[in-house]
């Protein structure tokens, strides 16, 4: 079993940075890939990055490129999506998940419970 935990999320005014973590226990955190995704409500949970086991392959949304950043530590198990420049858009729970790598959330086998990220015009 992989237990996920997201933190990191809060109130940001547009324009702001957070960087969200996702501490991963139970198995070998370098056996998966390990994507963030987000919801907002009546809506299916959106990509939005992804990184191989050894942190060298990465894959984002289009629409995110270039504003978010996403990376990993193996020595901590700890995943990291670093958001720039952000919108109220961005405004959605945030989820981290484990799994093989691919930018469907029916790929990932492990989710974490999310955390809030709310951008303020």
């Known amino acids: 079993q992989v237990q996920l935990v997201e933190s990191g999320g809060g109130l940001v005014q547009a324009g702001g940075s957070l960087r969200l973590s996702c501490a991963v226990s139970g198995r070998t955190f370098r056996n998966y890939a390990i994507a963030w995704f987000r919801q907002t409500p009546g809506k299916e949970r959106d990509f939005v990055a992804v990184?191989?086991?050894?942190?060298?392959?990465?894959a984002y949304a289009d629409s995110l490129k270039g504003r978010f950043t996403i990376s990993r530590d193996n020595a901590k198990n700890t995943s990291y999506l670093q958001m720039n420049s952000l919108k109220p858009e961005d405004t959605a729970v945030y989820y981290c998940?484990?799994?093989?790598?691919?930018?469907?959330?029916?790929?990932?086998?492990?989710w974490g419970q999310g955390t809030r990220v709310t951008v303020s015009s």
């Open positions: 998940a484990a799994g093989n790598w691919g930018t469907r959330a029916p790929t990932y086998d492990y």
């Open positions: 990184i191989g086991w050894s942190g060298s392959s990465t």
